[in-house]
């Protein structure tokens, strides 16, 4: 008696070693260095912020998928924990509870189970969620807390501008840019180490640094987006700069200043709203640096990371039919 002895079905017909679970739980892990920095800088503000974006954004992904969305739940999977603290990192540790609530709950309900969840959302929800509270928050967005090591207290911190725009009103109002470092209270070191003003996730370099190397080590992305952004936004300040070193900052200071590495390594990174293919992250990572310096030098706003990465999340699906891999065995047009 024959035995049949093939399965027919759907692919996929193999598995990586990779599950979305191990993925995210890598991402948390290099996240910590820059959390760590937030910690010692922000106190229990920087803990207070990150529990209440990733709880939120637990919450509102439980509730979406309980109530719209029938089937497995996909809370376990950590890609709400990341999202959380990526919003946490992207906002100042003084924000009230709140509005990080509103931004756990656009994050989620608009930018990522509107679409279906993970895998159909086409643009980064934590970003979506942060440009959100931005145009609806200015205000609250934009005080930021100064850095005071270790504080504990929970008091009320004095407030102060940021690198960026203090270079960028000062640039404004006339002022040369080497009078304007001049006058800086922070030092490169400072931009470097994370004492200086910003958002929670994007003021320490190195900590952001090493957790990229972290996740290229693991695997967890490639080498072409984050040196992609980081090395146009170094070529085209450094043409800026060369042209008139007085009415530009220098590449030094926009690599270190901002969320430009937080961007570039945990936020253009994402793995549903980047282009597939090796090309394709070059391309998307020139356009998000070029993007960067022309809102940063030109706009309205003294940083522009955040738009320039939405805008090319908008132009993923184009890059990827455009530089789309042959298929096996597809004869090549001579």
Not at 140 to 162: E, I, R, Y
């Given at each position: 008696?024959?035995?049949?002895?093939?399965?027919?079905?759907?692919?996929?017909?193999?598995?990586?070693?990779?599950?979305?679970?191990?993925?995210?739980?890598?991402?948390?892990?290099?996240?910590?260095?820059?959390?760590?920095?937030?910690?010692?800088?922000?106190?229990?503000?920087?803990?207070?912020?990150?529990?209440?974006?990733?709880?939120?954004?637990?919450?509102?992904?439980?509730?979406?998928?309980?109530?719209?969305?029938?089937?497995?739940?996909?809370?376990?999977?950590?890609?709400?924990?990341?999202?959380?603290?990526?919003?946490?990192?992207?906002?100042?540790?003084?924000?009230?509870?709140?509005?990080?609530v509103i931004g756990a709950l656009?994050?989620?309900?608009?930018?990522?189970?509107?679409?279906?969840?993970?895998?159909?959302?086409?643009?980064?929800?934590?970003?979506?969620?942060?440009?959100?509270?931005?145009?609806?928050?200015?205000?609250?967005?934009?005080?930021?807390?100064?850095?005071?090591?270790?504080?504990?207290?929970?008091?009320?911190?004095?407030?102060?501008?940021?690198?960026?725009?203090?270079?960028?009103?000062?640039?404004?109002?006339?002022?040369?840019?080497?009078?304007?470092?001049?006058?800086?209270?922070?030092?490169?070191?400072?931009?470097?180490?994370?004492?200086?003003?910003?958002?929670?996730?994007?003021?320490?370099?190195?900590?952001?640094?090493?957790?990229?190397?972290?996740?290229?080590?693991?695997?967890?992305?490639?080498?072409?987006?984050?040196?992609?952004?980081?090395?146009?936004?170094?070529?085209?300040?450094?043409?800026?700069?060369?042209?008139?070193?007085?009415?530009?900052?220098?590449?030094?200071?926009?690599?270190?200043?901002?969320?430009?590495?937080?961007?570039?390594?945990?936020?253009?990174?994402?793995?549903?709203?980047?282009?597939?293919?090796?090309?394709?992250m070059l391309v998307y990572g020139?356009?998000?640096?070029?993007?960067?310096?022309?809102?940063?030098?030109?706009?309205?706003?003294?940083?522009?990371?955040?738009?320039?990465?939405?805008?090319?999340?908008?132009?993923?699906?184009?890059?990827?039919?455009?530089?789309?891999?042959?298929?096996?065995?597809?004869?090549?047009?001579?």
């Amino acid at each position: 008696m024959a035995i049949n002895k093939l399965t027919v079905s759907m692919s996929p017909h193999d598995y990586g070693k990779y599950s979305v679970k191990k993925i995210m739980s890598g991402v948390v892990l290099a996240m910590i260095p820059a959390l760590l920095v937030s910690v010692y800088y922000f106190g229990f503000d920087a803990i207070r912020v990150n529990l209440i974006a990733i709880a939120s954004c637990v919450f509102f992904e439980w509730l979406f998928q309980k109530i719209f969305i029938k089937g497995k739940l996909t809370i376990n999977d950590g890609s709400a924990v990341v999202t959380g603290m990526l919003l946490a990192f992207n906002v100042p540790s003084n924000l009230p509870w709140w509005i990080i609530v509103i931004g756990a709950l656009v994050a989620i309900g608009i930018a990522k189970m509107t679409f279906g969840g993970l895998g159909n959302n086409p643009f980064n929800p934590a970003l979506v969620g942060r440009v959100f509270l931005l145009i609806s928050f200015p205000v609250q967005m934009t005080s930021w807390p100064k850095v005071s090591v270790l504080n504990f207290a929970m008091t009320d911190a004095q407030t102060g501008a940021t690198p960026l725009a203090i270079v960028k009103e000062g640039l404004k109002n006339g002022e040369s840019y080497s009078s304007i470092m001049n006058s800086m209270p922070h030092e490169y070191v400072d931009m470097l180490m994370g004492n200086i003003g910003g958002s929670l996730g994007e003021i320490s370099a190195v900590a952001l640094i090493l957790g990229g190397l972290f996740m290229l080590f693991r695997k967890i992305i490639t080498w072409h987006i984050p040196v992609s952004i980081i090395g146009t936004v170094a070529i085209f300040t450094a043409i800026l700069y060369g042209i008139n070193p007085e009415t530009y900052a220098s590449p030094v200071f926009h690599l270190l200043t901002g969320g430009l590495m937080l961007g570039a390594i945990f936020m253009a990174t994402d793995m549903v709203t980047s282009p597939m293919t090796g090309k394709g992250m070059l391309v998307y990572g020139v356009g998000i640096g070029v993007i960067t310096v022309l809102i940063r030098v030109w706009g309205a706003y003294p940083e522009g990371v955040s738009f320039a990465i939405l805008i090319m999340n908008a132009v993923v699906p184009l890059i990827n039919n455009w530089l789309k891999p042959k298929r096996f065995g597809e004869t090549i047009k001579k």
